[in-house]
Structure formats: C-alpha cells, structure tokens
C-alpha cells in the first residue's frame, strides 16, 4: 500500500484500497452450520475500477497487455479443476426465489483441514498454497487489498461472467467470439451502470454471474486485518479482473457474529454491532465511500429463521428435507457495515386486528418499476429512489414485522406491538418519506449489549424494553427508527462523526415519542424539558469520568474525512472497550441540535430538516455539510453569530461541555436524580411523572 497505516492501540483501521477500485455489488451464498458455529460458502464481488468511466472503450478483441498475462486469455471458458466434496448437500443452490439462477458451483475444500489446524490460524492469519508474498512481487502487479479479519479462505478466482448465456447483449455483438480480460470487465462495467429502472434485470443477471465457472484462480495473502488479492500481470485497477469469486467460512470465535441461545434456550447468531463491522463475516471494503447493492441466499435448517437487511420480505425455499434457504438482496448503495443478519428459531407476532386502512397502507408499496424512475432530483447515485416514488412519499406507515423467541411471545404482543404503528406514523409526519421500504424488529438474545441497533429493513432490540411500560419500548422504538434517516440513509463519511448519527437520533426521538403519544404542546414540552435535564446530568457524568480526548466530536478536526491516497484510513478509538460504554456522541450531539432548534424555533428547524433530508438521502456527509446548509436557510436574524466555525469550536472540537447547555437544565438535581430509575425501566406512565413534577415544584 502507499501509506503505512500506523494506528494506536485502539483505533480501527480500515484497510480497503477504494481509491483505486470499488465493490459495487455482493453476491453472497451461504449455510450456517451451528454445530461448528461457522458461515461457509462463496461471496462473488462486482468492481468498478475508479477511472473506468474515464477510460475509452477499447477494442474488445484487443489481447492482454503483457506476455506475462498469456494465461488470462481465453477463447472459451476454462474452469479451474479441483477436487470436489458432496458434504455441502445442504447448499442454497436453488434459494433464488426473486431471480433465477444455476446451481451453486463446486467448491475446493482441498487444504481445508490443513487451514484450521494452521498455527497461524490462531493470530487470525490464514494461509493457502495458492497466496502470494506480497513482499516480493514487485510494483508491476496491482494489489487489491480487502478488509477481513477472523476468517479463513480457501480459494479466489476470477469469474467467466462472458460464459453466461445471453450476456452477450452487453457487449454490442450477436454473439461472443473471443473472451479477453477487457471484454470480460466491459460486461461487468455495463452490468453495474445498468439504469435503475432495470434493477430486476441487473440482479438476474448478477446472480447468473454468479455461478459462472471460474477461469483461473488468483494469488492471495491475508494478514490481521486484510486479504490481498492480484492477478499476474494485472497492473492497474483497469486490469484487474472485475468479478472474482471468494471461497470461505467465517470462525466460531470471529468478531463479527455471536453464537449464542435464545432466551427460549435455542440456538442462534447475529451481528451485533461489532467494532470491526462485518470483516469477519465476509471480506469486504469497509470505508462507508465503498456503497455497494448486495444478494445474499443462506441455506439454514428448516427449523430456522434467518432475517436480514434485505428490502424483500423473504420466505423460505424448501431444499431437500430437513433444509431450506431465504433470499434477499438490496438495490439502494449503502456501507458493508449496515448488512446484518440474525438466524435463530424466531416467532413472529401479527396483531390481532388488521383493518382496511392497515392493509391499503401495506398494500401501496407494491409500485411498478415504473415508479421508480430515477428523473434527476436527488443528488445520489442512481438507484430505485422512494423519494421519488409518490405512491410511497405518502405511506405514513411501512409494511411491517415482529419476531422473538417463543418464551417472549406475550410480551411483544403486550407491549411492543401496539407501538410499531404509531412511532412509525410520527416519524412521517415530522421527516415525510420512510428511506425504506419495510421493517422488521427482532427481540434480540440476553447477551445483546445495547437496547438496540438499527439497520436498514430491521432493527434489533434488548429484552429490557419489553420490562414495564411502553415508555422505555416506545422511546427506544422512535430512537432507532430515526436511524433510517439518519445514519442509514444519510451516512457520516468518516465514523469519527458517529454524532451525525447517534445525535440526531437522540434529538428525533422525543420528537417522535411525544407525537407517537398524541401529548397536547405543552406536555411535550414539559416531557423532553425533563429528559433534557436527565440527559444533561449523565453528560456530566461521562465528562468527569472520562479522558478528554474521547469527549471531542470531531477528533480528527481539519482530516476530517481524509483518508490515504489509496483510501485506507484509521479510526480512531474505534476499538477502544470503553467506547462501548460512553454516551457522549449521543448527549452531546443532541444538546447541540436541541440547542439550534431552539434558535431557529422548532417549525423553521424542521422545516430545514425535512429539507436537508431530501437533499442528501442516499448520500455521505460531514458535520460541515450539515451546519453549512443550515446556516444557509435561516433568517438572517435568527443567525446571530452562529457560524460553522464556531460551531467547530465550542461543540464539535472541544472536551468537555459548551456553557451554554447550563440554560437548558431547568429542574432541580433533585429530581432529575429521583425520577431517573423511573424513565430508565419505564415503571409508570408521563402524566404521573407531570403530577410529581408540579408537586415537587412548589415545595
């Protein structure tokens, strides 16, 4: 790589070379095993190369540049052979109930046993007698460079994408004559500009890509954080082979999945937010700039569900007795980091009554293609835009799901049900369009180690919210819903910013909660005054209690959203333990916003908002982004001296707290400290809360 990383401790680095190339789809095909508590299978990933659109179309006879590259030409497809197992009778070949597909290919699993019992496994590097030391190969080959951790690969190939009937139609001829590397990439580069309006047709043809037969396997390494992958004579990112084919399997102790029970006492995994995101579920690019689409088939006992961050809401495809498999896939770009997966023997809660108005709202999200037309109004990427779709910027409430494990059955359906509806519905009704196009929530297992975690299509949360009232359900509820649209479908460039996320949320949950309640103005009001002041006072805590570096918004200050000129990059304290546990981002960045709204007055700082969202969904941002577009759309004389400078200076680059939140605290430590225990486990509904208050107030 150009740039030596040289992360401390505990920073995060994200090794992905995105300078050079980009992911720009997934294709996964995997069966969990919970026996050896392992994924395994093949994950095939689609590249654009960074200067590819500023590359004239060659020839697409033209032979490969060096004699060194003899071997990648091809007049017919040539897979690699190698010896082949029947133990994976249990493979997903035929889960593909949205697109139709070949069977999984075979797979080599010679060396397999080898790769587990390697001492060096256990430092979390795998080894193959096919990788390469990257040492020595000199600068003449390009390098792609991968973020993994925790896994151990078998094989990579690149793919005969050319050997897929009908591709042809993306090479301007009848018919294919001769097969070089440069065809081969032309008919990926078409593939993944193919307009929007043609998603179906891409993923169809993405997955047939996907069991293509090899056509030669490539060298690799792996080291601690990353798997280095090049082709002989390959020497830049143009060369490079645009579809390559991974074989793998994750590890029972890989950071990325927990194995765990249920708390009916069945087995299960999920992601649970991990520090290193998904690297150890598959290898990926990991720098949020690396937005890609994803397909995903995973092959699971019938017994199972398996739920994912997938737009469709999948069913089981029966494979052979005793065994099934789900689909899903994603059409809107987003980071490796949201892909989430949970597979566990979950019952789902339907409520009791589903009205005429419930089924109309579900059933308008069913648009043709046609709706989706991407017309030039909005500023991302093109993809199947529901901002752009009428029939679903005016569903107050998307098509939605519950599960749990069985023995927490009653306890959804009490408390958590009934709340789905309105907190979605409130979230409308103050940032309009849902970013995506359906939900499931899922009661997670005990050891889950936060109250919840939004993804796109799914949120998971703790146990604890169901403990009590709905008030801890509902609010926790409105605050990962407001994920959608921040932190989902708006991203924060660099992670250091994670208050573009967790602020917002915070901030938008009282929000959502008070309307999703149906509070008059003035009980509103009154409830998140309250809130604020609990909030202040555990702000204060974590700034007595923590080091003043891990206190600062924007601790990377004028780097912000650098990275190397290869596009790795570190992030700091990303891996730090006590990270887990801090607040800050969350407290901080919401005394902040609620700081402006007040400035502004909540109908112009919504209106702002419900603005800044249609302009930057399905985008990266930073906090300059954010402030600077605000600052823009405010009466002059609200502006006083608010400038994005300032801003910078006393919230985001500064320890500690900015003096003014002390206006915000308006009650006494007294009571925040009493009815603190009452807002954290729920016990007792807001009214009740508003009584104490007025009593204790005029004492």
Not at 380 to 387: G, T
Not at 664 to 689: N, Y
Request: include cysteine.
């Amino acid at each position: 790589m150009d740039v030596k990383l040289e992360p401390s401790w505990d920073d995060l680095p994200l090794m992905a070379n995105t300078s050079h190339i980009l992911v720009k789809h997934y294709v996964l095909d995997l069966d969990v095993d919970f026996e050896s508590q392992i994924f395994e299978g093949t994950i095939v990933l689609f590249f654009e190369s960074r200067n590819r659109l500023e590359k004239q179309s060659g020839s697409t006879k033209e032979t490969c540049r060096s004699e060194s590259n003899e071997a990648c030409r091809f007049s017919t497809p040539e897979p690699c052979h190698s010896p082949v197992t029947d133990t994976r009778t249990s493979s997903s070949k035929t889960g593909y109930n949205d697109f139709a597909i070949c069977g999984k290919g075979e797979k080599d699993t010679s060396g397999k046993d080898g790769n587990h019992d390697n001492p060096e496994q256990a430092s979390g590097i795998s080894s193959s007698k096919y990788c390469c030391d990257t040492g020595n190969h000199g600068s003449e080959d390009f390098l792609l460079v991968l973020d993994c951790c925790d896994l151990s690969v078998f094989k990579v190939e690149e793919v005969d994408v050319a050997a897929v009937p009908g591709i042809e139609t993306f090479t301007g001829s009848p018919q294919i004559t001769f097969v070089s590397e440069e065809l081969r990439n032309q008919i990926v580069h078409e593939l993944v500009t193919l307009p929007a309006d043609r998603w179906r047709e891409q993923f169809d043809y993405y997955a047939h890509c996907s069991q293509a037969p090899g056509c030669g396997e490539l060298l690799f390494d792996t080291d601690t954080w990353s798997l280095q992958i090049r082709k002989t004579g390959a020497q830049t990112a143009t060369d490079f082979p645009h579809a390559i084919r991974i074989w793998y399997s994750t590890k029972p102790q890989g950071r990325s999945v927990t194995w765990t029970s249920d708390q009916s006492g069945r087995p299960c995994v999920y992601t649970m937010g991990s520090p290193v995101n998904n690297r150890a579920l598959f290898p990926c690019q990991e720098p949020p700039v690396a937005m890609s689409t994803w397909q995903a088939t995973v092959g699971a006992a019938a017994s199972f569900v398996v739920l994912m961050s997938g737009e469709n809401s999948a069913k089981p495809t029966q494979l052979r007795e005793g065994r099934a498999s789900w689909h899903y896939y994603v059409t809107m770009p987003m980071p490796a980091s949201t892909f989430t997966i949970a597979v566990g023997s979950w019952a789902e809660m339907k409520p009791e009554i589903c009205s005429s108005e419930d089924l109309a709202a579900e059933r308008s999200l069913t648009p043709s293609e046609a709706d989706f037309r991407c017309v030039g109004i909005c500023g991302h990427m093109e993809y199947p835009c529901r901002f752009q779709n009428p029939s679903a910027t005016t569903q107050e409430v998307i098509p939605h799901r519950v599960f749990a494990p069985v023995c927490l059955q009653g306890a959804c359906q009490e408390t958590l049900l009934p709340l789905v509806r309105p907190c979605l519905s409130a979230a409308h009704s103050v940032l309009g369009t849902h970013p995506f196009s359906r939900l499931d929530i899922l009661i997670v297992p005990a050891n889950f180690p936060s109250l919840g975690m939004a993804s796109p299509h799914i949120i998971f949360l703790s146990q604890s919210v169901l403990i009590g009232m709905n008030h801890l359900c509902g609010t926790r509820l409105c605050h990962e819903i407001a994920h959608a649209w921040f932190g989902l479908a708006i991203g924060a460039r660099d992670w250091t910013e994670e208050w573009l996320s967790e602020g917002f949320a915070t901030h938008l949950e009282d929000v959502f909660w008070a309307k999703a309640q149906q509070l008059a103005p003035h009980e509103a009001w009154e409830q998140q005054e309250l809130k604020a002041d609990l909030r202040w006072r555990c702000l204060q805590d974590e700034v007595r209690n923590y080091p003043e570096e891990m206190q600062v918004l924007r601790p990377n200050k004028e780097k912000t959203g650098h990275v190397s000129d290869s596009g790795s990059s570190v992030i700091k304290h990303g891996l730090n333990p006590e990270k887990v546990f801090m607040q800050v981002h969350y407290l901080k960045g919401y005394f902040l916003l609620r700081f402006l709204a007040q400035r502004l007055g909540d109908d112009t700082y919504f209106a702002f908002l419900r603005k800044f969202v249609h302009t930057f969904h399905g985008q990266l941002i930073l906090s300059q982004d954010f402030l600077q577009m605000l600052l823009e759309n405010i009466p002059e004389e609200k502006r006083l001296d608010l400038s994005v400078e300032n801003i910078f200076r006393d919230w985001l680059e500064s320890s500690g707290i900015p003096q003014v939140t002390e206006a915000f605290c308006l009650l006494s430590g007294r009571l925040a400290v009493w009815l603190a225990p009452i807002f954290l486990f729920g016990h007792t509904e807001w009214k009740s809360l508003k009584k104490m208050w007025k009593s204790l107030q005029q004492q």
